[in-house]
């Protein structure tokens, strides 16, 4: 059974850090690209970042410069560090891999 599991998130005032972990099981994770979106209150799910089986990365043009993805195989863990964070950035964080999703983890940016 895949699971993905999201932690990290939390209150922190504009401009602070946070970082995201998402511990997957169930799946080969070194061959899998993982990804994390978004969602903000009332909107829909959006891309953040993505990091291949490579360790190439892919960010959002609106978190670029912000956010670092990155993975530890030898741990089925994946990695969001975000920086200068913005209440904009308030949403819930979802960790994927193909059709597989975690429940998410809160993130408030307060201003």
């Given at each position: 059974?895949?699971?993905?599991?999201?932690?990290?998130?939390?209150?922190?005032?504009?401009?602070?850090?946070?970082?995201?972990?998402?511990?997957?099981?169930?799946?080969?994770?070194?061959?899998?690209?993982?990804?994390?979106?978004?969602?903000?209150?009332?909107?829909?799910?959006?891309?953040v970042a993505r990091i291949a089986t490579s360790f190439s990365e892919h960010y959002a043009d609106d978190v670029n410069g912000r956010v670092t993805i990155s993975r530890d195989n030898a741990k089925n863990t994946v990695y969001l560090q975000m920086n200068k964070l913005e209440p904009a950035d308030t949403a819930v964080y979802y960790c994927n891999t193909n059709t597989y999703w975690g429940k998410g983890t809160q993130v408030t940016v307060s201003s």
């Open positions: 059974q895949v699971q993905l599991v999201e932690s990290g998130g939390g209150l922190v005032p504009a401009g602070g850090s946070l970082r995201l972990s998402c511990a997957a099981s169930g799946i080969a994770f070194a061959l899998k690209p993982m990804a994390w979106f978004r969602q903000a209150p009332g909107r829909e799910r959006v891309f």
